[in-house]
């Protein structure tokens, strides 16, 4: 099968939308099927993998870590008809996301939709969280949703959102992303360790983006007690973005800067030999759809602390893998205590862990995807796009 994913951002960026296309694009060209990626253009990045075409795009401050995507391509225009696409999919539903639209329009090839985001809990970078926002935003998702032969729903809880905010009750498929399973078997964090000087720490780790929407300064305040009460605990926090500066500040006024080790953004192939070189997941993010990282964690073997929602109760169940608590600082310290306070917990959930996330081996969500593209095949062939309520 002959793919054409379209997305707005890609390596060299670093989110968990770039890794979901990077793993499924893996996962499929494994099963012997072709995937061409269509992605904004990056400065000073050669990329190293065949059949990326990128589309112009400027840097727009104060976000240079997410150029913004300028649509429009001689180049792509001509090179489209020549790859016999059996599907498009596309990532986003704006900028080149419109372009996917309306090139599976012209070459009547079915439109299939990730949807990744909760689009209108991101209406803060446009115009200050505006009601009016969010409500122009639905509109326009929904709008793209009708351009739609069929939608991914990244969990339960995006399919459930789906029904319940734009009415989307057929024509979607739930295909969380893979996991490369091999890769954290045969990972290992004693170099991390030895490197960092963890060696005699018990370390808590976080992975996002830095920015308001993942909730870090909730997750600061919990950790907090923890690591003023216990000397020989620490916590890794991987990823970076706006915020960084901000939650330093925040980590100062809590008097635990010493106890945080905020490592910026991590290669995508090192993140398995962080993860095993800690004890503990914790997590605080409310606008997950997935709980990728989470999953991750959990291949690694790690026993999870977070907030319960969405996506991460998709991936973790409470008092099984991990607990699960209300979004506040107060109950997840709590939780994060009662966890490293007994030993044996903390084993039973990481066995447990390792158990679910064989669930979510590449494979097995690869060819979720195809069927998905196939469904989508067939309404296309008769003429159904996704009806919005």
């Not at 305040?221 to 500066?245: C, F, K, M, W, Y």
């Not at 991460?312 to 608590?325: K, Y």
């Not at 066995?351 to 590449?362: D, G, N, P």
Request: proline content about 5%; charged content about 20%; overall charge negative.
């Amino acid at each position: 099968m002959h793919t054409a994913f379209f997305t707005n951002s890609y390596q060299p960026v670093m989110s968990g939308v770039v890794r979901s296309i990077s793993t499924f694009r893996s996962a499929l060209t494994q099963m012997g099927h072709n995937v061409f990626i269509f992605a904004q253009h990056a400065d000073d990045h050669e990329d190293t993998e065949p059949f990326i075409f990128r589309y112009p795009s400027i840097e727009v401050p104060p976000y240079q870590d997410y150029p913004l995507s300028i649509p429009l391509s001689p180049f792509v225009d001509r090179l489209l008809p020549s790859l016999k696409l059996d599907v498009i999919h596309s990532h986003h539903p704006f900028l080149i996301g419109g372009v996917a639209a309306d090139k599976a329009r012209r070459l009547q090839v079915p439109l299939v939709f990730t949807f990744h985001t909760r689009y209108r809990d991101y209406s803060h970078y446009i115009a200050l969280n505006q009601p009016f926002v969010k409500d122009q935003i639905d509109r326009w998702v929904k709008d793209y949703l009708r351009r739609c032969h069929h939608i991914i729903a990244p969990s339960e809880s995006m399919r459930s959102l789906l029904a319940e905010e734009y009415g989307v009750l057929d024509q979607v498929s739930v295909v969380p992303t893979g996991i490369d399973l091999a890769l954290y078997e045969q990972a290992s964090g004693e170099a991390v360790r030895q490197r960092l000087g963890w060696q005699d720490k018990i370390v808590l780790i976080s992975i996002g983006r830095l920015a308001k929407e993942k909730n870090w300064a909730l997750l600061l305040d919990a950790a907090a007690p923890i690591l003023q009460n216990h000397e020989n605990t620490l916590l890794a926090v991987l990823g970076d973005g706006a915020e960084r500066s901000e939650l330093e500040k925040r980590a100062a006024a809590l008097h635990i800067a010493e106890s945080v080790a905020f490592l910026g953004s991590i290669p995508m192939t090192d993140i398995p030999a962080y993860l095993k070189a800690a004890d503990l997941f914790c997590f605080a993010s409310t606008t997950e759809t997935q709980g990728l990282v989470t999953m991750e964690a959990m291949a690694a073997g790690l026993p999870v602390v977070a907030v319960d929602a969405t996506g991460t109760r998709d991936a973790v169940e409470h008092d099984r893998e991990g607990l699960l608590t209300p979004n506040d600082s107060k109950a997840l310290s709590r939780a994060l205590e009662e966890m490293l306070a007994d030993e044996t917990v903390r084993a039973k959930f990481s066995r447990q862990a390792l158990i679910k996330a064989q669930s979510f081996e590449i494979r097995k969500q690869g060819e979720k995807l195809i069927a998905a593209y196939k469904q989508a095949q067939e309404a296309a062939r008769a003429g159904h796009f996704v009806t919005v309520e």
